[in-house]
């Protein structure tokens, strides 16, 4: 089945350790966003790439960053994990923007602990 | 302008009645309004989704009901399981490229058996 994977599902760093979650998809779709998701929340949108074109939300921390080396893969990248970073990442795609006819696809997130 | 407002927060049923949640928006611009279902410990999943040149869509138990002219749309789950017992998240875009979507606050729906 097509789908999106992320791994690890469980990680846990420590505070200020450098963290990469990963992502990758086989429904070879040209977007791929990073969400975080905080208990009892909604999914708060990080960043996204359009093919190679990334995409910073204004609210996004410098902490965190991002890399697609290719269509399948995006890497989401935590330089300095803080204990307000804990929470569940998603990953996900979609076939061009959201629409219709162009739903976003979600992976099964990894939860990241800070300790 | 970009929020979607959700209610209620959270919602208890009993095993086969009615699960009514319902979202608001402000911007008129909006024109594709999905739920997400999300378990614990899972990725949000899309449910069902609308236009607004429709009133009603209707997917299993699973309806939308959209009014334009109010700016509110809402989910209705008929003869609700305890496997229906989940988090749902209303959200609204524009349905072209490059636009994100608003999400609502979520509700989290508990039936009971």
């Known amino acids: 089945d097509a789908m999106v994977i992320q791994n690890p599902r469980y990680q846990v760093t420590q505070f200020g350790k450098p963290v990469t979650l990963s992502c990758s998809q086989t429904?070879?779709?040209?977007?791929m966003y990073w969400y975080q998701q905080k208990s009892s929340q909604a999914p708060k949108l990080l960043f996204h790439?359009?093919?190679?074109?990334?995409?910073n939300e204004a609210d996004t921390p410098d902490n965190f960053q991002s890399r697609r080396p290719n269509t399948s893969f995006c890497f989401l990248d935590i330089r300095s994990p803080g204990l307000g970073d804990a929470a569940m990442y998603l990953c996900?795609?979609?076939?061009?923007?959201?629409?219709?006819?162009?739903?976003?696809?979600f992976g099964n997130g990894t939860r990241l602990t800070v300790t | 302008q970009q929020q979607v407002k959700q209610s209620p927060q959270s919602l208890i049923v009993q095993k086969g009645g009615i699960s009514i949640i319902n979202c608001a928006y402000e911007?008129?611009?909006?024109?594709?309004f999905p739920w997400y279902q999300q378990f614990p410990g899972k990725g949000p999943a899309l449910l069902i989704a609308?236009?607004?040149?429709?009133s009603e869509k209707k997917e299993g138990r699973f309806t939308i009901s959209f009014n334009k002219s109010a700016k509110q749309f809402s989910l209705h789950i008929m003869d609700s399981q305890p496997g229906d017992s989940a988090t749902y998240f209303c959200?609204?875009?524009?349905?072209?490229?490059?636009?994100?979507?608003?999400f609502g606050g979520g509700t989290r729906l508990m039936v009971k058996p």
């Open positions: 609308i236009r607004p040149d429709v």
């Open positions: 959200a609204a875009t524009y349905n072209n490229a490059g636009n994100m979507l608003t």
């Open positions: 429904l070879n779709h040209n977007v």
């Open positions: 996900a795609t979609s076939r061009t923007g959201t629409g219709f006819n162009s739903p976003l696809h």
């Open positions: 790439y359009y093919d190679k074109d990334f995409n």
């Open positions: 911007n008129t611009a909006f024109d594709y």
